[in-house]
T-cell receptor, first 113, second 113 residues
């Protein structure tokens, strides 16, 4: 079993839709949770970062963490064609081994006009 | 956030040869990381490079295959040695800002024929 599971998609939605992207994890040591966006042929770009259960909002993006269920989500409101990209969750475990990120496989999102 | 550049952006190499990838950061950073992203896969950490010490390699990666240099606080190189087609991948460097946030370079797209 992978430490972090993420549905690879592809996910296709119409412009203006609410998008829900999700990851599950198995290791309780993961305490920091990040979402990256990666456009084709580009490096990952940090979108949001949180460490507590609950919601964190930034513009059209909301990151949600449920540590009891080991489940994290990224919601995108009013999705735009420019949101079309691969979204990766990345988790950090507090093991004292440095800031190692464990990535999900990424969900490919396409927002259509 | 730090601005990271990588050279080359892409290359096509013959099997058995070696390629050195450069990573330059616009500010001094303690830790630099090297990742591999194989087609359709997520990012996998190869090694962590601290200035002034030997790189720390993850399971499945060895120094003979992926030697790393870290001569100062703004620069690192990763060499992919004795390449085979299985080494065809995107290689990314990243840095953290002394928190759990990591920022990535644009990547080097390597094809081995």
């Amino acid at each position: 079993q992978k430490e972090v599971e993420q549905d690879p998609g592809p996910l296709s939605v119409p412009e203006g839709a609410i998008v829900s992207l999700n990851c599950t994890y198995s290791n309780s040591a993961f305490q920091y949770f990040m979402w990256y966006r990666q456009y084709s042929r580009k490096g990952p770009e940090l979108l949001m970062y949180t460490y507590s259960s609950g919601n964190k909002e930034d513009g059209r993006f909301t990151a949600q963490v449920d540590k009891s269920s080991k489940y994290i989500s990224l919601f995108i409101r009013d999705s735009q064609p420019s949101d079309s990209a691969t979204y990766l969750c990345a988790l950090v475990a507090l093991t004292g081994g440095g800031n190692k990120l464990t990535f999900g496989t990424g969900t490919q999102l396409k927002v259509e006009l | 956030s730090a601005v990271i550049s990588q050279k080359p952006s892409r290359d096509i190499c013959q099997r058995g040869t070696s390629l050195t990838i450069q990573c330059q950061v616009d500010s001094q950073v303690t830790m630099m990381f090297w990742y591999r992203q194989q087609p359709g896969q997520s990012l996998t950490l190869i090694a962590t490079a601290n200035q002034g010490s030997e790189a720390t390699y993850e399971s499945g990666f060895v120094i003979d295959k992926f030697p790393i240099s870290r001569p100062n606080l703004t620069f690192s190189t990763l060499t992919v040695s004795n390449m085979s087609p299985e080494d065809s991948s995107i290689y990314l460097c990243s840095v953290d800002d002394n928190s759990y946030e990591q920022y990535f370079g644009p990547g080097t797209r390597l094809t081995v024929t």
